[in-house]
């Protein structure tokens, strides 16, 4: 009932940046909370940042200072700007959307992920 694609991936050399970008179609009625989580090779999913429909964010200490979630309600989309970018930060990348579709049904969806390589 909903789609999440994920674009805007891809290799870039360390203190680089990229912007993520994940968007949002289907039967939907409200999303309210978007976020971003990753997962690299051999660890757990882990949280990245989040934001509600009223712009709160919230950030994993590791990614505060260097990316930004923002989100444009008006076209469904969820961004994340990545500045001064680590080895450490490569990963694949998710986004998720607790949605309401047009059936009242409450679901937290994900996207399919975007390979982020972070390397010299």
């Known amino acids: 009932q909903v789609q999440l694609v994920e674009s805007g991936g891809g290799l870039v050399q360390p203190g680089g940046s990229l912007r993520l970008s994940c968007a949002a179609s289907g039967s939907i009625l409200r999303i309210s909370t978007m976020g971003w989580y990753r997962q690299a090779p051999g660890k757990q999913r882990e949280l990245v940042a989040t934001?509600?429909?009223?712009?709160?964010?919230n950030y994993a200490y590791s990614v505060k200072g260097r990316f930004t979630i923002s989100r444009d309600n008006s076209k469904n989309t969820l961004y994340l700007q990545m500045n001064s970018l680590k080895p450490e930060d490569t990963a694949v990348y998710y986004c998720t959307a607790d949605t309401i579709t047009t059936d009242w049904a409450r679901n937290n969806y994900w996207g399919q992920g975007t390979q982020v390589t972070v390397s010299s």
């Open positions: 934001i509600t429909s009223g712009g709160s964010t």
